[in-house]
Protein backbone atom coordinates (compact mmCIF):
# COMPACT_ATOMS: atom_id res chain seq x y z
CA UNK A 1 0.00 0.00 0.00
CA UNK A 2 2.63 2.44 0.67
CA UNK A 3 4.31 4.39 -1.83
CA UNK A 4 7.92 5.03 -0.82
CA UNK A 5 9.66 6.02 2.67
CA UNK A 6 9.27 9.36 1.45
CA UNK A 7 5.59 9.50 1.96
CA UNK A 8 5.91 8.39 5.78
CA UNK A 9 8.30 10.79 6.34
CA UNK A 10 5.81 13.25 4.79
CA UNK A 11 2.96 12.63 6.59
CA UNK A 12 5.20 11.79 10.10
CA UNK A 13 6.56 15.57 9.76
CA UNK A 14 2.73 17.03 9.12
CA UNK A 15 1.04 15.13 12.16
CA UNK A 16 4.25 16.50 14.23
CA UNK A 17 3.50 19.78 13.39
CA UNK A 18 -0.01 19.57 13.95
CA UNK A 19 0.40 17.58 17.28
CA UNK A 20 2.49 20.46 18.63
CA UNK A 21 0.07 22.92 17.78
CA UNK A 22 -2.74 21.28 19.18
CA UNK A 23 -3.22 22.11 22.95
CA UNK A 24 -4.45 18.94 25.49
CA UNK A 25 -2.84 16.26 23.42
CA UNK A 26 -2.74 12.93 24.97
CA UNK A 27 -0.30 10.35 26.08
CA UNK A 28 -0.49 6.17 25.91
CA UNK A 29 -1.27 5.06 28.52
CA UNK A 30 1.66 2.80 30.42
CA UNK A 31 4.36 5.58 29.71
CA UNK A 32 6.19 6.83 32.24
CA UNK A 33 7.35 10.59 32.85
CA UNK A 34 11.41 11.10 32.80
CA UNK A 35 11.10 14.47 34.20
CA UNK A 36 8.35 13.13 37.15
CA UNK A 37 9.66 13.94 40.63
CA UNK A 38 12.36 16.26 39.07
CA UNK A 39 11.72 19.37 40.49
CA UNK A 40 15.02 21.14 40.28
CA UNK A 41 14.51 24.48 38.93
CA UNK A 42 17.36 24.35 36.50
CA UNK A 43 16.61 20.95 35.58
CA UNK A 44 15.99 20.72 31.96
CA UNK A 45 13.49 18.29 32.47
CA UNK A 46 11.67 21.09 34.36
CA UNK A 47 10.73 23.25 31.12
CA UNK A 48 7.05 23.16 30.53
CA UNK A 49 7.91 23.66 26.73
CA UNK A 50 10.19 20.54 26.78
CA UNK A 51 7.99 18.52 29.14
CA UNK A 52 4.85 19.11 26.75
CA UNK A 53 7.47 18.16 23.63
CA UNK A 54 8.47 15.18 25.34
CA UNK A 55 4.44 13.85 25.97
CA UNK A 56 3.44 15.00 22.21
CA UNK A 57 6.26 13.01 20.59
CA UNK A 58 5.36 10.09 22.45
CA UNK A 59 1.91 10.37 21.57
CA UNK A 60 2.69 10.97 18.05
CA UNK A 61 5.00 7.74 17.93
CA UNK A 62 2.43 5.53 19.53
CA UNK A 63 -0.03 6.58 16.62
CA UNK A 64 1.30 7.61 13.90
CA UNK A 65 0.96 4.32 12.26
CA UNK A 66 -2.82 4.10 12.63
CA UNK A 67 -2.96 8.04 11.37
CA UNK A 68 -0.79 7.08 8.12
CA UNK A 69 -3.49 3.76 7.45
CA UNK A 70 -6.48 6.04 7.72
CA UNK A 71 -4.83 8.97 6.04
CA UNK A 72 -3.25 6.88 3.18
CA UNK A 73 -7.18 5.28 2.68
CA UNK A 74 -8.45 8.55 2.63
CA UNK A 75 -5.82 10.05 -0.07
CA UNK A 76 -5.01 7.27 -2.22
CA UNK A 77 -8.45 4.50 -1.82
CA UNK A 78 -7.02 2.93 -4.91
CA UNK A 79 -4.15 1.13 -3.02
CA UNK A 80 -5.94 0.58 0.81
CA UNK A 81 -5.71 -2.48 1.71
CA UNK A 82 -9.34 -3.77 3.73
CA UNK A 83 -7.69 -5.45 6.15
CA UNK A 84 -5.25 -2.90 7.32
CA UNK A 85 -7.86 -0.34 7.61
CA UNK A 86 -9.78 -2.44 9.84
CA UNK A 87 -6.52 -2.75 11.86
CA UNK A 88 -6.28 1.00 12.28
CA UNK A 89 -9.86 1.00 13.31
CA UNK A 90 -10.01 -1.24 17.08
CA UNK A 91 -12.65 -1.82 18.35
CA UNK A 92 -13.60 1.31 20.73
CA UNK A 93 -10.45 3.28 19.05
CA UNK A 94 -12.06 7.07 18.23
CA UNK A 95 -8.68 8.79 16.69
CA UNK A 96 -8.86 10.52 20.67
CA UNK A 97 -5.59 12.84 19.26
CA UNK A 98 -6.31 14.48 16.14
CA UNK A 99 -9.97 13.18 15.67
CA UNK A 100 -11.35 12.76 12.24
CA UNK A 101 -12.13 16.28 11.80
CA UNK A 102 -8.66 17.48 11.96
CA UNK A 103 -7.46 14.11 9.69
CA UNK A 104 -10.04 15.88 6.82
CA UNK A 105 -8.68 18.72 7.29
CA UNK A 106 -5.15 17.45 7.07
CA UNK A 107 -6.03 15.30 4.02
CA UNK A 108 -7.40 18.33 2.08
CA UNK A 109 -5.07 20.68 2.86
CA UNK A 110 -2.08 18.07 1.70
CA UNK A 111 -4.16 17.38 -1.45
CA UNK A 112 -4.04 20.99 -2.23
CA UNK A 113 -0.80 20.91 -3.81
CA UNK A 114 0.29 17.72 -3.35
CA UNK A 115 -1.58 14.80 -6.25
CA UNK A 116 -3.42 12.17 -4.04
CA UNK A 117 -3.30 9.88 -6.99
CA UNK A 118 -2.05 9.56 -10.77
CA UNK A 119 -5.17 10.90 -11.88
CA UNK A 120 -8.68 12.10 -11.04
CA UNK A 121 -9.92 8.41 -10.76
CA UNK A 122 -9.62 7.80 -7.35
CA UNK A 123 -12.19 10.64 -6.43
CA UNK A 124 -14.71 8.11 -8.31
CA UNK A 125 -17.23 6.78 -5.70
CA UNK A 126 -20.12 5.52 -7.79
CA UNK A 127 -22.23 6.08 -4.67
CA UNK A 128 -25.52 4.10 -6.34
CA UNK A 129 -27.62 3.86 -3.17
CA UNK A 130 -26.77 7.01 -2.57
CA UNK A 131 -28.19 8.07 -5.95
CA UNK A 132 -30.97 6.32 -5.91
CA UNK A 133 -32.36 7.65 -1.85
CA UNK A 134 -31.69 11.12 -3.31
CA UNK A 135 -34.11 9.92 -6.37
CA UNK A 136 -36.73 8.55 -4.10
CA UNK A 137 -36.55 10.77 -1.49
CA UNK A 138 -35.45 14.61 -2.91
CA UNK A 139 -37.29 14.17 -6.37
CA UNK A 140 -40.75 15.09 -6.46
CA UNK A 141 -43.35 14.26 -9.15
CA UNK A 142 -40.48 12.31 -11.63
CA UNK A 143 -40.98 8.92 -11.51
CA UNK A 144 -40.24 8.63 -15.22
CA UNK A 145 -36.93 10.42 -13.99
CA UNK A 146 -36.40 7.81 -11.13
CA UNK A 147 -37.18 5.07 -13.14
CA UNK A 148 -34.79 5.69 -15.84
CA UNK A 149 -31.85 7.37 -14.34
CA UNK A 150 -30.76 5.31 -12.09
CA UNK A 151 -31.11 1.87 -14.35
CA UNK A 152 -29.08 3.24 -17.24
CA UNK A 153 -26.47 5.35 -15.70
CA UNK A 154 -26.14 2.51 -13.03
CA UNK A 155 -25.99 -0.50 -16.13
CA UNK A 156 -24.11 1.68 -18.41
CA UNK A 157 -21.35 2.15 -15.76
CA UNK A 158 -21.64 -1.63 -14.82
CA UNK A 159 -20.62 -2.02 -18.44
CA UNK A 160 -17.34 -4.02 -18.76
CA UNK A 161 -16.12 -2.85 -21.93
CA UNK A 162 -18.57 0.13 -23.19
CA UNK A 163 -18.62 0.36 -26.80
CA UNK A 164 -19.86 3.91 -26.97
CA UNK A 165 -20.64 6.50 -24.53
CA UNK A 166 -23.64 6.92 -23.14
CA UNK A 167 -26.04 10.05 -23.77
CA UNK A 168 -28.99 11.16 -21.67
CA UNK A 169 -31.37 13.99 -23.16
CA UNK A 170 -33.89 16.20 -20.06
CA UNK A 171 -36.17 17.79 -21.48
CA UNK A 172 -39.12 19.65 -19.50
CA UNK A 173 -40.07 22.98 -18.22
CA UNK A 174 -37.84 25.15 -15.97
CA UNK A 175 -38.32 24.20 -12.21
CA UNK A 176 -39.10 20.65 -12.90
CA UNK A 177 -35.62 19.33 -11.83
CA UNK A 178 -33.07 18.44 -14.97
CA UNK A 179 -30.52 20.47 -13.42
CA UNK A 180 -30.98 19.06 -9.88
CA UNK A 181 -31.31 15.66 -11.12
CA UNK A 182 -27.93 16.33 -12.61
CA UNK A 183 -26.40 17.74 -9.64
CA UNK A 184 -27.69 13.91 -7.62
CA UNK A 185 -25.48 12.05 -10.54
CA UNK A 186 -22.24 14.32 -9.70
CA UNK A 187 -22.65 14.24 -6.00
CA UNK A 188 -23.11 10.77 -5.69
CA UNK A 189 -20.51 9.59 -8.67
CA UNK A 190 -17.48 11.57 -7.65
CA UNK A 191 -16.64 12.33 -4.19
CA UNK A 192 -15.37 15.78 -4.99
CA UNK A 193 -19.15 16.85 -7.37
CA UNK A 194 -18.83 19.86 -9.83
CA UNK A 195 -15.53 20.10 -8.23
CA UNK A 196 -14.21 16.88 -9.56
CA UNK A 197 -11.84 16.89 -12.45
CA UNK A 198 -13.61 14.07 -14.03
CA UNK A 199 -16.75 16.29 -14.34
CA UNK A 200 -16.59 19.28 -16.85
CA UNK A 201 -20.60 21.35 -17.42
CA UNK A 202 -20.71 23.83 -20.07
CA UNK A 203 -23.30 26.51 -20.42
CA UNK A 204 -23.99 27.07 -24.26
CA UNK A 205 -24.72 30.97 -23.76
CA UNK A 206 -21.98 31.22 -21.53
CA UNK A 207 -19.33 28.99 -22.96
CA UNK A 208 -20.29 29.19 -26.48
CA UNK A 209 -21.88 32.62 -26.64
CA UNK A 210 -20.88 34.10 -30.45
CA UNK A 211 -22.12 31.66 -33.64
CA UNK A 212 -18.56 33.09 -35.35
CA UNK A 213 -16.46 31.08 -33.58
CA UNK A 214 -17.73 28.07 -33.57
CA UNK A 215 -14.32 26.45 -35.12
CA UNK A 216 -12.58 27.42 -32.18
CA UNK A 217 -14.92 26.14 -29.71
CA UNK A 218 -14.54 23.11 -31.37
CA UNK A 219 -10.94 22.78 -30.77
CA UNK A 220 -11.53 24.13 -27.60
CA UNK A 221 -14.19 21.38 -26.75
CA UNK A 222 -12.30 18.70 -28.17
CA UNK A 223 -9.20 19.49 -26.25
CA UNK A 224 -11.20 19.68 -22.90
CA UNK A 225 -12.60 16.20 -23.27
CA UNK A 226 -9.74 14.48 -24.87
CA UNK A 227 -7.56 16.29 -21.36
CA UNK A 228 -10.26 14.63 -19.27
CA UNK A 229 -10.77 11.35 -20.02
CA UNK A 230 -6.59 11.45 -20.27
CA UNK A 231 -7.20 12.06 -17.04
CA UNK A 232 -10.23 9.81 -16.08
CA UNK A 233 -11.16 6.36 -16.98
CA UNK A 234 -14.71 7.99 -16.36
CA UNK A 235 -15.95 10.89 -17.15
CA UNK A 236 -19.17 12.93 -17.32
CA UNK A 237 -19.60 16.52 -19.33
CA UNK A 238 -22.96 18.28 -19.22
CA UNK A 239 -24.47 21.10 -21.89
CA UNK A 240 -26.75 22.89 -20.09
CA UNK A 241 -29.18 25.39 -22.61
CA UNK A 242 -28.31 22.56 -24.93
CA UNK A 243 -31.08 24.30 -27.68
CA UNK A 244 -28.77 26.94 -27.65
CA UNK A 245 -25.80 24.60 -28.90
CA UNK A 246 -24.39 25.21 -32.70
CA UNK A 247 -25.11 21.72 -34.70
CA UNK A 248 -21.82 22.48 -35.53
CA UNK A 249 -20.48 22.08 -32.06
CA UNK A 250 -22.16 19.26 -31.56
CA UNK A 251 -20.89 17.17 -34.60
CA UNK A 252 -17.63 16.82 -31.98
CA UNK A 253 -19.52 14.60 -30.01
CA UNK A 254 -20.17 12.39 -32.68
CA UNK A 255 -16.96 10.01 -32.37
CA UNK A 256 -17.90 9.53 -29.33
CA UNK A 257 -21.31 8.58 -29.55
CA UNK A 258 -21.37 5.68 -32.37
CA UNK A 259 -20.47 1.86 -31.28
CA UNK A 260 -17.14 1.12 -32.41
CA UNK A 261 -15.78 -2.23 -32.51
CA UNK A 262 -13.90 -3.86 -29.69
CA UNK A 263 -9.98 -2.94 -30.54
CA UNK A 264 -8.65 -6.39 -29.79
CA UNK A 265 -7.60 -6.75 -26.00
CA UNK A 266 -7.67 -3.14 -25.16
CA UNK A 267 -5.76 -2.39 -21.59
CA UNK A 268 -8.23 0.82 -21.09
CA UNK A 269 -11.91 1.31 -21.46
CA UNK A 270 -13.42 4.52 -20.62
CA UNK A 271 -16.69 5.40 -19.41
CA UNK A 272 -18.28 8.50 -20.73
CA UNK A 273 -21.91 9.96 -20.06
CA UNK A 274 -22.92 13.28 -21.92
CA UNK A 275 -26.20 14.73 -20.43
CA UNK A 276 -28.31 17.61 -22.26
CA UNK A 277 -30.36 20.11 -20.14
CA UNK A 278 -32.68 21.81 -22.18
CA UNK A 279 -36.29 23.43 -22.01
CA UNK A 280 -37.06 22.56 -25.51
CA UNK A 281 -40.41 21.14 -25.93
CA UNK A 282 -41.91 20.86 -22.66
CA UNK A 283 -44.75 22.34 -23.71
CA UNK A 284 -45.27 19.39 -26.05
CA UNK A 285 -44.74 17.28 -22.53
CA UNK A 286 -47.22 18.97 -20.63
CA UNK A 287 -49.82 18.54 -23.62
CA UNK A 288 -49.35 14.97 -23.26
CA UNK A 289 -49.66 15.07 -19.71
CA UNK A 290 -52.90 16.80 -19.53
CA UNK A 291 -54.79 15.12 -22.35
CA UNK A 292 -53.95 12.07 -20.24
CA UNK A 293 -55.16 13.54 -17.33
CA UNK A 294 -58.40 14.25 -18.69
CA UNK A 295 -58.82 11.23 -20.00
CA UNK A 296 -58.57 9.55 -16.53
CA UNK A 297 -55.12 8.03 -16.33
CA UNK A 298 -53.29 8.77 -12.63
CA UNK A 299 -49.84 10.75 -13.18
CA UNK A 300 -47.90 7.65 -12.37
CA UNK A 301 -49.45 5.59 -14.79
CA UNK A 302 -47.84 7.53 -17.64
CA UNK A 303 -45.18 5.74 -19.61
CA UNK A 304 -42.29 6.47 -21.85
CA UNK A 305 -44.21 5.07 -24.60
CA UNK A 306 -46.80 8.31 -24.23
CA UNK A 307 -44.30 10.59 -23.96
CA UNK A 308 -40.90 10.05 -26.18
CA UNK A 309 -41.76 9.34 -29.40
CA UNK A 310 -43.96 12.43 -29.43
CA UNK A 311 -40.72 14.19 -27.64
CA UNK A 312 -38.24 13.06 -30.19
CA UNK A 313 -40.46 13.95 -33.27
CA UNK A 314 -41.64 17.30 -32.37
CA UNK A 315 -37.30 18.05 -31.44
CA UNK A 316 -36.39 16.98 -34.80
CA UNK A 317 -39.56 19.23 -36.54
CA UNK A 318 -38.78 22.33 -34.31
CA UNK A 319 -36.81 25.24 -36.76
CA UNK A 320 -35.62 27.62 -34.08
CA UNK A 321 -33.07 25.52 -32.59
CA UNK A 322 -29.29 23.61 -33.62
CA UNK A 323 -30.05 21.01 -31.31
CA UNK A 324 -33.15 19.27 -32.91
CA UNK A 325 -31.21 19.46 -36.36
CA UNK A 326 -27.83 17.85 -35.06
CA UNK A 327 -26.81 14.74 -36.36
CA UNK A 328 -26.83 13.50 -32.94
CA UNK A 329 -30.70 13.66 -33.01
CA UNK A 330 -31.12 13.10 -36.53
CA UNK A 331 -29.19 9.89 -36.94
CA UNK A 332 -30.65 8.20 -33.14
CA UNK A 333 -27.02 8.72 -31.41
CA UNK A 334 -28.78 10.37 -27.89
CA UNK A 335 -29.49 6.63 -26.06
CA UNK A 336 -32.43 8.71 -24.01
CA UNK A 337 -34.75 11.53 -24.37
CA UNK A 338 -35.92 11.57 -20.76
CA UNK A 339 -39.10 14.07 -19.82
CA UNK A 340 -39.70 15.51 -16.57
CA UNK A 341 -43.27 16.21 -16.51
CA UNK A 342 -44.98 19.50 -14.74
CA UNK A 343 -45.37 19.80 -11.25
CA UNK A 344 -48.60 19.78 -9.62
CA UNK A 345 -49.60 21.89 -6.35
CA UNK A 346 -48.72 18.75 -4.34
CA UNK A 347 -45.08 19.08 -5.61
CA UNK A 348 -44.20 22.18 -4.87
CA UNK A 349 -45.63 21.72 -1.12
CA UNK A 350 -42.91 19.09 -0.93
CA UNK A 351 -40.35 21.28 -2.42
CA UNK A 352 -41.43 24.27 -0.15
CA UNK A 353 -40.63 21.74 3.07
CA UNK A 354 -37.49 20.85 1.30
CA UNK A 355 -36.25 23.96 1.65
CA UNK A 356 -37.30 24.40 4.78
CA UNK A 357 -35.88 21.43 6.56
CA UNK A 358 -32.16 22.24 4.35
CA UNK A 359 -32.34 25.42 5.82
CA UNK A 360 -33.05 24.38 9.59
CA UNK A 361 -36.40 26.39 9.67
CA UNK A 362 -39.21 25.61 11.38
CA UNK A 363 -42.38 25.36 9.66
CA UNK A 364 -46.36 24.82 9.34
CA UNK A 365 -48.52 23.26 6.87
CA UNK A 366 -50.38 25.62 6.86
CA UNK A 367 -47.53 27.66 5.76
CA UNK A 368 -46.51 25.40 2.71
CA UNK A 369 -50.07 25.84 1.86
CA UNK A 370 -49.14 29.84 1.40
CA UNK A 371 -46.08 29.30 -0.59
CA UNK A 372 -47.82 26.99 -3.05
CA UNK A 373 -50.85 29.11 -3.61
CA UNK A 374 -47.90 32.13 -4.43
CA UNK A 375 -47.45 29.93 -7.51
CA UNK A 376 -48.77 30.10 -10.62
CA UNK A 377 -50.92 27.46 -12.33
CA UNK A 378 -51.69 26.48 -16.30
CA UNK A 379 -53.40 26.22 -18.24
CA UNK A 380 -55.95 28.94 -16.74
CA UNK A 381 -58.91 26.77 -16.48
CA UNK A 382 -57.18 23.64 -14.97
CA UNK A 383 -54.83 25.48 -13.16
CA UNK A 384 -52.96 22.18 -12.71
CA UNK A 385 -49.31 23.11 -13.13
CA UNK A 386 -46.65 25.15 -11.49
CA UNK A 387 -45.59 27.43 -14.17
CA UNK A 388 -41.98 28.13 -12.77
CA UNK A 389 -42.08 24.26 -11.38
CA UNK A 390 -40.12 24.45 -8.00
CA UNK A 391 -38.01 27.54 -9.22
CA UNK A 392 -38.55 30.73 -6.73
CA UNK A 393 -39.41 28.79 -3.94
CA UNK A 394 -36.39 30.41 -1.67
CA UNK A 395 -37.53 33.41 -2.21
CA UNK A 396 -40.65 32.90 -1.29
CA UNK A 397 -39.31 31.33 2.12
CA UNK A 398 -37.46 34.38 2.49
CA UNK A 399 -40.98 36.68 2.05
CA UNK A 400 -41.87 34.63 5.46
CA UNK A 401 -38.86 35.00 7.05
CA UNK A 402 -38.52 38.94 6.90
Known sequence: MLRGSWRQLWLFLLLLLLLLLLP?????????????????????????????????????????????????????????????????????WRLPLLGQR????????YCSFQDCCPGGDCRISNNFTGLEWDLNVRLHGQHLVRQLVLRTVRGYLETPQPDKALALSFHGWSGTGKNFVARMLVENLYRDGLMSDCVRMFIATFHFPHRKYVDLYKEQLMGQIRETQQLCHQTLFIFDEAEKLHPGLLEVLEPHLERRAP????AEFTWTIFLFLSNLRGDIINEVVLKLLKAGWSREEITMEHLEPHLQAEIVETTDNGFGHSRLVKENLIDYFIPFLPLEYRHVRLCARDAFLSQELLYTEETLDEIAQMMVYVPK??????????????QRINYFLS
Open 24 to 92: GAPEPRGTSRPWEGTDEPGSAWAWPGFQRLQEQLRAAGALSKRYWTLFSCQVWPDDCDEDEEAAARPLG
Open 102 to 109: YLDLLTTW
Open 263 to 266: EGHR
Open 381 to 394: EEQLFSSQGCKSIS
